[in-house]
Nanobody, 125 residues
Framework: VQLQASGGGLVQAGDSLRLSCAASGRTLNGYVVGWFRQAPGKERLFVGAIRWNDGSIYYSPSVRGRSPISRDDVKNTAYLQINSLKPEDTAVYYC???????????????????WGQGTQVTVSS
């Protein structure tokens, strides 16, 4: 499966963005799609994930309530909405996919097999 992340940009604090993760090659049914972010010089951190089969959603405590994840089955696309953006949200945001049920914690980047190229989000104060 190939993933294409998009929707990033330069915004001001308090703004919102919706990032998209479009999949091609096969349906995301049977996969978990995760969102991660990586700030310069920092490790890649889990933001949230959605299990495609049943729609279960998991969030990092740092974004819960502020960054809803959704999906569009027809478009085979996952979305990450980030509200009330803060300068500390500045990072490259990645989407990734792994087979649902595959061993490994859902919040660990190394457990994901497929990655998009990332989209830059920059938040000015």
């Amino acid at each position: 499966v190939q993933l294409q992340a998009s929707g990033g940009g330069l915004v001001q604090a308090g703004d919102s963005l919706r990032l998209s993760c479009a999949a091609s090659g096969r349906t995301l049914n049977g996969y978990v799609v995760g969102w991660f972010r990586q700030a310069p010089g920092k490790e890649r951190l889990f933001v949230g994930a959605i299990r495609w089969n049943d729609g279960s959603i998991y969030y990092s405590p740092s974004v819960r309530g502020r960054s809803p994840i959704s999906r569009d089955d027809v478009k085979n696309t996952a979305y990450l909405q980030i509200n009330s953006l803060k300068p500390e949200d500045t990072a490259v945001y990645y989407c990734a996919a792994k087979v649902s049920g595959q061993a490994g914690a859902i919040n660990v980047p190394a457990t994901y097999s497929y990655w998009g190229q990332g989209t830059q989000v920059t938040v000015s104060s």
